[in-house]
């Protein structure tokens, strides 16, 4: 009798055991479920971030090729400007005697230089506001300098020489504001070309561009 109750004994515990493991077997799955989840939810989070990322990538670069096309088309706009075309010919036709202008005397040489010009003064005048205005706004990351350099590198290098008489003394007094983001402007034109970076003129520059086929 004894036996018989040790071997039911025996068969109940491993019963007992049976279900027990059963149900810890039963109690890991949903956490091994979850930490799988977790991986994937990880993954999916880093491709999503990635992803977002890349197009991030693409948007700033279409906004900024946007934005140069728009400063170019802008910058463009000047020559359809009758008083900035005909301010800009009298500026690169000019030919002054620097000996006619005191230096030092701001008053009198401002005199002298709208003698110069003439009936031009105005659409001179009109020129170097230009400049001043892309001055400031090249600074403020408002417009494209290498935009700026294709079109008017040259027209405001012989600006800025035709009026050095002029510029020097306003230099030299670091109170005068005078067309300060139009020496800027000019400064940061020839510092370029004398680092090297700047370009030949267009016509030996880009001698070998070919516009592209047209689409049919």
Known sequence: ??????????????????????????????????????SYAEILGLVTILGAAVYSWFQIKELRRSRDSTTAMSLAANFQDEDFVVGLTAIMNMDFDASEYKHGDQKATVEAFKQQCGEDWPKVMRVLTTWESIGVL????DMDFHAFYDLFSGVIIKTYETFSFFFEPIRENENDKNMEWFLWLADRVIEFEKEGSGTPPAHVAFADW???????
Do not use: E, F, W
């Open 1 to 38: 009798m004894s036996l018989m109750n040790t071997g039911c004994s025996h068969r109940r515990y491993r019963k007992r055991n049976d279900t027990v493991n059963t149900k810890s077997r039963k109690a890991k799955l949903p956490n091994m479920d979850l930490d799988t989840a977790a």
């Open 138 to 141: 090249i600074h403020r990351g």
């Open 210 to 216: 070919r516009p592209p086929k047209r689409v049919q």
